[in-house]
């Protein structure tokens, strides 16, 4: 008999646990990993509501009952639970706290906002007095999420999605972040605290450049819409987290388009379940509301909870599916999934990435996907599994005034770089214009014609940029769509390699790379001899002369284009003067080639900086 009762009593005990009561407190560890009290990885799944203005009466306790229940009939066996309040409705969100303690799952409270960081003392006194709660009753199933999408850094409100302009940096994010954080760490030191990214929180790569230090436990936020094609290279943001130990939590991701409604793919949401569950992120499905949107996981019943089959969507049915396939301990195979094909860590070495959600613009350095135009005309995006390109995606024209405008932020410095162009050519050569704002001229990238139709091919071009951030448009007009399939392109510091292209390096017979003598690359101006630091060169058209650090132009009418590179050719300054001096102070000590272009004619000069 007493055998019997321990068994019984076993069961009774098992049937009662949660995943707050198995896990505890939540930290992440220094993979960037998700863990329990134990140092055990675990991977929350579950749903988020919609916006609590619009739904304000699912923010129940059925509501969070029926989620996180394991009835094989209703429940989802959910064990996390996402409360968009746009509001800071305190109340609101100690009484969510209490249904979800009493559940057994953990929840975030978010600020659902696009505009948080003109609210920030609002922000910070809600979290505060949140946290300030969470404290009183000793829970720690609480996650903060401070920022749900950032958008537009002038933005009209929580709600507003159109103000458009300036959309808002990392570092404005990262600033207000600054300013919420101390007053929940003051109450809660060690719970999960989530902030989200630019552009509807899927610029990770932002934040993993410039996280925020001196808190522990800080996570970052990924968004995504699985049937949006634009979205497909989140992918590699959520690899690169995962290869790079930085700590992501998929807050928000929907089976639909971005805009909530259209048609699921439903090919592309496989693969995407597949994707991180693989990568083991933790993740909240958008919404369990019953708005008329595929995005939409209730039909019918209301926010009564404890919904049947039949008052489920289809994404309803498959995301409650997936939970509780996965939390009692399902595989991709008995999900039903494919194993998803992923790529190496080492495409992350040396800072290259092959590419970027649809943000509408890129960093120097890593690619720019061609479908991440921050302005076109007649461009389409196109998705070919049937082709050997970054994730399947390119652009095409679509009439004949076509051109892409793309931003490119974070440009070390003025000067020339490699520009690299991915792309096939079937049917002829092309000759692309392009044009940098803020630079003189037009430039231009010869694409070869290419041979393979199954694999995009690769051409470089030196490109002229300035520092901060630059707007690059490609003139695709009278390219037919039939003539170039776009990929991507990039920008990376010029090397050795890359100043042939200017002249200025040979190879000699026994395969070393030399430095020319820089007068032979004269045109248009008499040559001049080779001269120490401070001797002056001299023209018809310009004269230099260098004493010290400090560089006078003078006899020219109009602009003297000047570049100063090293010896490896790397362009180290570049600068559009008139007469007057040119302080060279900022230049390391050693020697560097000089050119000067006026009025077409160019004199290149080796100096030499003590």
């Not at 002038?154 to 994010?173: F, R, V």
């Not at 569950?277 to 995005?295: F, I, P, Q, R, V």
């Amino acid at each position: 008999m007493r055998k019997i009762f321990f068994l019984v009593l076993f069961f009774v005990v098992a049937a009662m646990a949660t995943p707050v009561s198995e896990n505890g407190a939540l930290s992440f560890n220094s993979e960037g990993r998700i863990v329990n009290e134990k140092g055990q990885v675990v991977q929350l799944r579950g749903m988020s509501l919609f916006w609590d203005q619009w739904a304000s009466g699912w923010f129940n306790e059925n509501v969070i009952k029926g989620l996180a229940s394991t009835d094989g009939s209703t429940g989802w066996s959910a064990s996390v639970i996402r409360a968009p309040l746009s509001q800071l409705n305190v109340t609101q969100a100690k009484n969510m706290i209490d249904w979800a303690a009493a559940a057994g799952i953990y929840i975030i409270i978010d600020y659902h906002s696009h505009c948080a960081h003109k609210n920030t003392n609002n922000s910070a006194n809600f979290f505060r007095e949140v946290s300030a709660y969470v404290k009183q009753k000793s829970y720690k199933h609480v996650i903060y999420e401070l920022y749900n999408e950032p958008l537009y850094e002038n933005c009209w409100g929580e709600t507003d999605t159109q103000s458009g302009g300036t959309k808002t940096s990392w570092s404005i994010i990262k600033t207000y972040a600054l300013s919420v954080i101390p007053g929940i760490r003051a109450n809660d030191p060690n719970g999960l605290i989530l902030v989200g990214t630019p552009q509807y929180s899927q610029d990770v790569f932002s934040a993993q450049k410039d996280p925020i230090t001196g808190y522990n436990n800080i996570g970052y936020v990924l968004h995504f819409y699985a049937s949006e094609s634009g979205h497909s290279g989140l992918k590699t943001e959520l690899l690169r987290a995962r290869c790079q130990n930085f700590p992501v939590f998929i807050t928000e991701w929907g089976t639909s388009p971005a805009i909530g409604n259209g048609s699921i793919n439903w090919t592309w949401v496989n693969e995407w379940m597949a994707w991180i569950e693989k990568l083991g992120y933790s993740w909240a499905n958008w919404s369990l509301y019953d708005k008329n949107e595929t995005a939409s996981a209730i039909s019918s019943g209301g926010s009564s909870g404890y919904w049947q089959d039949y008052q489920l969507t289809q994404s309803g049915q498959y995301v409650r599916k997936m939970i509780r396939g996965f939390s009692s301990g399902g595989t991709l195979a008995t999900m039903g999934l494919s194993e998803p094909s992923m790529q190496s860590c080492s495409i992350f070495e040396g800072g290259e990435v092959f590419e970027f959600e649809r943000t509408g613009w890129g960093e120097f350095g890593p690619a720019i996907n061609a479908e991440n135009y921050a302005d076109s005309s007649n461009i389409q995006s196109v998705e070919d599994k049937s082709i050997h390109a970054s994730q399947d995606i390119y652009i095409k024209t679509t009439g004949d005034n076509a051109w892409a405008k793309y931003e490119m932020r974070n440009v070390p410095a003025d000067g020339y770089y490699r520009m690299v162009f991915v792309y096939q050519a079937p049917n002829k050569e092309l000759k692309i214009p392009y044009t940098v704002e803020g630079v003189d001229g037009t430039s231009y990238i010869t694409l070869p014609q290419t041979t393979d139709n199954t694999m995009f091919s690769t051409s470089r071009a030196p490109i002229q940029l300035k520092s901060g951030t630059d707007y690059i448009t490609f003139d695709l007009g009278g390219v037919t769509s039939n003539d170039l399939k776009f990929d991507a392109f990039w920008a990376k510091t010029m090397d050795s390699t890359d100043s042939v292209n200017f002249g200025l390096l040979e190879v000699d017979e026994n395969g070393n790379r030399i430095v020319k003598d820089p007068e032979s690359s004269s045109s248009g101006m008499p040559e001049s001899s080779a001269t120490e630091a401070i001797a002056p060169v001299r023209s018809s058209l310009v004269q230099l002369q260098l004493q010290g650090r400090t560089l006078s132009l003078a006899g020219v009418e109009g602009d003297i284009a000047l570049n100063i590179m090293d010896l490896q050719g790397r362009v180290m300054l570049t600068k559009r003067v008139r007469s007057g001096q040119v302080d060279l102070s900022n230049l390391r000590s050693g020697s560097y080639v000089l050119r000067a272009t006026a009025r077409g004619a160019v004199v290149n000069q080796r100096i030499n900086l003590k």
